[in-house]
């Protein structure tokens, strides 16, 4: 697991896993995953999304709290899966 995820993996997991009708380019750093701004994702969604990073990143989230934080955009993501990988590397 030594290799840090992009971004572009990222935004190609959000649209395979939750099956967005999208291409990954779309989706920015900042684009919020939830709200009508944004994806519109729901909490279904976000579920589906946590079980994908667990099985292709090898991280979970926590709780709801970690979950709001970590899962609000791209950026987020990103940062959140590759400092628990560090921190589970270290």
């Not at 896993?17 to 009508?36: H, N, Q, R, V, Y």
Request: charge should be negative.
């Amino acid at each position: 697991m030594g290799l840090e995820i992009s971004k572009d993996d990222i935004r190609a997991l959000l649209v395979k896993s939750l099956m967005l009708k999208m291409e990954p380019e779309e989706i920015s750093d900042e684009t919020p995953l939830f709200g009508l701004e944004g994806l519109g994702l729901d909490s279904i969604d976000a579920l589906e999304l946590v079980v994908s990073m667990e099985k292709n990143y090898g991280v979970g989230v926590a709780n709801s709290g970690v979950a709001q934080s970590a899962l609000r955009n791209v950026a987020s993501i990103y940062e959140y899966v590759n400092a628990e990988r560090a921190r589970k590397n270290a």
